[in-house]
């Protein structure tokens, strides 16, 4: 069982910064895959940005050049920083992971980005 708990989430303005985390409740040496996904109201959910073990970063056409996904061995932890953010970009952000097969969610953290 793997549990994550997401932080970091807000209300910023147009342009502005935000760094979501996710922290594991698990070593993420053994995650097969790591991603953030959002979710905006009435919309399904949409992969942001995906790190897959052995292979490249991937990101939605959306946030290319805004957004970097990152990780941390030492804080065990998952990170999303987001950069020139847009109105659009207001949805709810959780976490993903691929574990010994399984997939696991965190609960959600809420962006909003408005002025």
């Known amino acids: 069982q793997v549990n994550l708990v997401e932080s970091g989430g807000g209300l910023v303005q147009p342009g502005g910064s935000l760094t979501l985390s996710c922290a594991a409740s698990?070593?993420?040496?053994?995650?097969?895959?790591m991603a953030w996904y959002r979710q905006a109201p009435g919309e399904q959910r949409d992969m942001v940005a995906a790190?897959?073990?052995?292979?490249?970063?991937n990101y939605a056409d959306s946030v290319k050049g805004r957004f970097t996904i990152s990780k941390s061995y030492v804080q065990n932890s998952i990170y999303l920083r987001m950069d020139a953010l847009k109105p659009e970009d207001t949805a709810v952000y959780y976490c993903?992971?691929?574990?010994?097969?399984?997939?696991?969610w965190g609960q959600g953290t809420q962006v909003t980005v408005s002025s």
């Open positions: 698990v070593n993420i040496h053994s995650f097969d895959a």
């Open positions: 790190m897959p073990y052995g292979r490249d970063i």
């Open positions: 993903n992971v691929q574990h010994r097969g399984n997939i696991y």
